[in-house]
């Protein structure tokens, strides 16, 4: 079956734009969250939807936002791009959420300049 | 506050010979413990899991060992294959705190033949 597919894979973007990272969840699965790579960092949470709803939240500033839609895809955005959000951001689906292996995706590598 | 640590950045092991990477975290509400596994440009795979109510869990190659009182997981493979070489995330769920999962910051693993 499909994996867990996000686009694009690489994005470049300016100082103060903004963007919208999209994920496709595996099939049948309802649960997305969202993570933030940065060297040395490891992975930051940022949220997770769940049948169109934000469950949970991490501590990142209000510039990031998502939204789920009705067939479990998700997106996330970033507005006022800064240097710092340059990362691979990666989504990870599941099929409600519990405990076990989620899958991730590719990851979008996002560089702002 | 790094709730989950991964005190060693890059490990090298030679082909055949056991690896063991470490974790330590410090807050005792995570009930669910997970191993990844990730290369260059892909998203992590999840390795093992292991619940807080058990001391170990093996799969294959792959152990994981949790010492509550010590608050520390370690994960063991055995035989050690250069196709290991990769970046091990350790990550830990909150009780309760569906997909929201603190990772580490990594340990580079390379296993030379």
């Known amino acids: 079956k499909a994996g867990v597919t996000q686009t694009p894979r690489y994005l470049i973007k300016t100082r103060g734009q903004q963007v919208t990272l999209s994920c496709s969840p595996i099939?049948?699965?309802?649960?997305v969250s969202w993570y933030q790579q940065t060297p040395g960092q490891g992975l930051q949470f940022l949220f997770e939807?769940?049948?169109?709803?934000?469950?949970n939240k991490g501590n990142f500033p209000g510039r990031f936002s998502g939204r789920q839609f009705s067939n479990s895809r998700s997106e996330m955005n970033v507005s006022t791009l800064e240097l710092g959000d340059s990362a691979l951001y990666l989504c990870a689906s599941s099929l409600d959420g519990g405990m076990g292996g989620y899958t991730f995706g590719s990851g979008t590598r996002l560089t702002v300049v | 506050d790094q709730q989950v640590k991964q005190n060693s950045p890059s490990l090298s092991v030679q082909e055949g010979r056991i690896s063991i990477l470490n974790c330590d975290y410090t807050?005792?509400?995570?009930?669910?413990f997970l191993w990844y596994k990730k290369y260059p440009a892909e998203g992590p795979t999840f390795l093992i899991s292991?619940?807080?109510?058990?001391d170990k869990n093996e799969d294959g190659r792959f152990t994981v060992f949790l010492n509550k009182s010590a608050k520390h997981l370690s994960l063991h493979i055995v035989p050690s294959q250069p196709g290991d070489s990769a970046v091990y995330f350790c990550a830990a769920r909150f009780s309760g705190g569906y997909n929201k999962l603190i990772f580490g910051a990594g340990t580079r693993l390379a296993v030379h033949p």
């Open positions: 939807y769940f049948s169109e709803t934000q469950r």
């Open positions: 292991i619940s807080s109510i058990k």
């Open positions: 099939s049948g699965h309802r649960s």
């Open positions: 807050n005792s509400m995570f009930d669910y």
